[in-house]
Structure formats: C-alpha cells, structure tokens
C-alpha cells in the first residue's frame, strides 16, 4: 500500500461507507450516494435548513402534550398523570411538561406548533421497524430503501445549489431518513474538519479499486472543507454541556459558516432514549429538559447566525407510548404521539387534535387522527416546492404549520 495511503489511515482511523462497500476515511463519518436522476428544483427552497430531531426509543405524548383536563387521562395513569398545577397550559384543554419551559417563548412568539397525533394505520411496535417506517415513509407492510430525504432530492432539490454535503447527521451512527442521499454521518464535527484538514489522498493511481476508494476519500475531504470555514465569527450562544447541547453547537457552527459556501440543507439529530418502561416519571423530565435547553439554544445560535427564520425544527420518534401506564412505573410501546416544529416560519399553534383517550383500538393504544406523512408532505411541498407524491408515493393531505 502506498506510503501516503497508510499515512491518511493512520490520522483518520475510521470509516467511510459509499455504496455497501466499507472504505477507511474520517473518523465517525459515514457516506451515503444517493440516486442519479436529477430533476429542476423549485427556487423557494434555496437556503432553507431542514433539521430533524428524532426521539429515540419512543417518546410519551401524553406526559409531552398534557390532556389535563381530560379525566381519562388521570385514571389511565393513577400515578404517572401530571397534576394540572403543574403543567405549563397552553389552553383549557392542553398544557406542555413543565420541564418543556424553555420553548414558552417560542409558543409565546408563534414559532412553535404542536402537531398533534401523529401516527400510521396498522402500527407496528417494534423500534427497529417502527423507525424505518418513519425514516422512509413507508407503509406498514412495505419495505424501501431510501430515507424520504433522499427521494426529495431525487425530486428536485439536488439540482438547487452546490451542496458540501446534501446532510449532516450529528451523534448518532446512522442516518436516518438521509439514508441514500450523498450525507455524512459524525460523532464529532470538530474530529471530523480538524483531523480530515491533516489528511491528503495520494493521487489517483493504481488499481481500479484503490483509485475508487481514494476518490470517496476526497469527496470526504472536500466536504469537510465545507464545513470548515476560518472566516466564520465564533457563537457567543452559549450551549448545553449535555449531549443534545453540543449536537445542537456543532448544527448551529456548521449553518453558521457556509455563507456564501454552498451549505447543508438538512441536519439529523439525535436525543434519547425515551424508551421508559419503569421509573417513568424522573428520567422522562430530564430528557425533556436536555430536549428543551437543546432547542432554545438552537433557536438562539441560528438567530445569531441569521439563519432561523429559513430553518424548520422538526422532533419525531418511532413511536408513542400506550395510554395506561404499566407496573413498572412506566409507560410500554405505543403508537400515535405528539410532535413539535419549529422555527421562524413556522406557523405557531395547536394543529389537529389529539386522540380520543376513551376509544382505545384493540390493543388499547390510542388511534392516531394524523398520518405522519403529510408531515412529510407539507415540507416537501410548502417548504422545499417539490412534489410530494414523489416523495412519498402517493397523496396525504398538507398541514397547516408552515407560513405561506
């Protein structure tokens, strides 16, 4: 192996993944190609951030969004139910965890809206199944390999811009509903640009196999000088230590230093586990509270950068969590959950209704009022101005969270 080749190894000691094939690279990144068919993208969505948060391990809706005043709600959970002193209201009906006070603010200025029962028919309860349905919008019963990410931009965002990645995905391993688009995956930013800025690819040369693996190499390599950008001022927002917080900094410097540099269009995050099946009540309000800090401070950091009123926050989870709590002191998988988006286009609000907690289906979980994916459908075609049966193959109706 060439001197240069072994030298690159040495300082990056790491993968990088293109195509199923597992190539040395930078470390905790990965490298996803996406389709090659290219469609003319619509101006509107020039510059906009997209940026998911996904709850893993299932997030409770009714202890996120609190029926408070519904009496179901309390005998359904005889010791987990928050007393209504004590959650911060919203209106007669609804109120918000009390360790949610940090986006009182965001409700308060109309930036953030409340998408209420969120689910798919026929759901499944299983967390690795149950997220790829959300990560590809899928049916329940079908099975696809692009994330709906990366079907938008075969729709006709990849032709919108000179992209340095077409994502980034922050802390976590995979990728998500960036799966299939041309993403890189860190467990570190900073490893990521300062470690990559050491290592140069020899040239081209050799055989077939070396020369593909050293081009992947240096796309790598480009799009890390992207994301690094000296002339970008520092933040003064002060982030969380936790590590929500610091996927929240490393977001928030990366949009902060592509002005004028091409960009990332969407960022995948990651918070959790929520998966509380015993000693509910002290782990989900922290996790809340690391979930609240995490989004103010986004909030701030991309207002500071210019950039939050063409960003679009959006939390989800692979699932709720059933409406009666258990034994444990806890809550087991669930289906229809509530979630927040955020932003400064976002039209702020309640959007849609909760289900009904005295009509339980068969299972006793509660019967979701709005299909996930007009979700998706909404941001594919009020957000980034491409067809949304495209990405989603087929019709779902539009919400009305995102500002004409």
Same mark, same amino acid.
């Given at each position: 192996?060439? @001197? ?31 389709? @090659? ?11 906009? !951030? ?12 009714? $202890? ?5 005043? /519904? ?64 990560? +590809? ?5 079908? &099975? ?18 000179? #992209? ?5 995905? !922050?802390? +976590? ?13 860190? +467990?570190?930013?900073?490893?990521? !640009? ?28 480009? =799009? =890390? ?5 000296? /002339? ?34 969407? #960022? ?6 929520? /998966? ?6 002290? +782990? ?7 979930? =609240? ?22 939390? &989800? ?8 709590? $258990? ?28 289900? /009904? ?18 979700? &998706? ?18 019709? #779902?109706?539009?919400?009305? #969270?995102?500002?004409?």
């Amino acid at each position: 192996m060439h @001197s240069t080749r072994r030298e690159f190894m040495r300082l990056s000691g790491a993968a990088v993944a293109c195509s199923g094939l597992a190539l040395p690279g930078i470390p905790g990144a990965a490298w996803a190609q996406g389709s @090659s068919g290219l469609l003319q993208p619509a101006a509107s969505a020039a510059n906009r !951030v997209l940026v998911l948060v996904e709850l893993k391990g299932g997030n409770d809706g009714l $202890n996120t969004v609190v029926p408070y005043a /519904d009496p179901a709600y309390a005998a359904l959970r005889p010791t987990l139910a928050l007393p209504a002193a004590d959650v911060l209201r919203l209106d007669g009906a609804l109120g918000l965890h009390p360790s949610l006070a940090p986006l009182m603010p965001l409700w308060e200025k109309h930036e953030l809206a409340l998408l209420l029962g969120l689910g798919y028919p026929q759901p499944n309860l299983s967390h690795f199944r149950s997220i790829e349905i959300w990560d +590809t919008a899928s049916a329940a019963r079908e &099975y696809l390999d692009e994330g709906w990410v990366a079907r938008a931009f075969d729709a006709g965002l990849r032709e919108r811009g000179r #992209f340095t990645a077409e994502g980034v995905a !922050v802390g +976590t391993a995979g990728l998500g509903a960036l799966s299939g688009a041309r993403a890189v995956s860190l +467990t570190s930013a900073e490893a990521f !640009v300062n470690e990559s800025r050491l290592a140069r690819p020899a040239a081209l040369q050799g055989n077939a196999a070396l020369a593909h693996v050293l081009k992947v190499e240096a796309g790598v390599l480009q =799009a =890390a000088e992207g994301l690094r950008n000296p /002339d970008a001022p520092a933040l003064r927002t002060e982030f969380p230590a936790h590590g929500f917080g610091q996927a929240v900094r490393a977001c928030c410097a990366i949009v902060a230093g592509q002005k004028g540099r091409g960009g990332v269009p969407v #960022f995948h995050l990651t918070h959790g586990s929520f /998966d509380t099946h015993r000693g509910q009540l002290p +782990t989900h309000a922290a996790l809340l509270k690391q979930l =609240a800090e995490g989004l103010a401070a986004l909030r701030e950091g991309l207002v500071e950068a210019g950039a939050w009123d063409r960003t679009l926050v959006l939390t &989800y989870s692979e699932f709720g969590r059933r409406a009666r709590q $258990n034994q444990s002191g806890g809550t087991d998988h669930g289906t229809a959950a509530p979630h927040f988006a955020l932003g400064g286009a976002v039209r702020g609000g309640v959007i849609g209704r909760l289900p /009904d907690l005295q009509r339980l289906d068969e299972s006793q979980n509660l019967v979701h009022t709005a299909d996930f994916r007009q979700v &998706y459908a909404t941001i594919a075609q009020r957000w980034w101005g491409v067809d949304p049966q495209a990405v989603l193959n087929g019709r #779902f109706d539009a919400l009305p #969270f995102i500002a004409a």
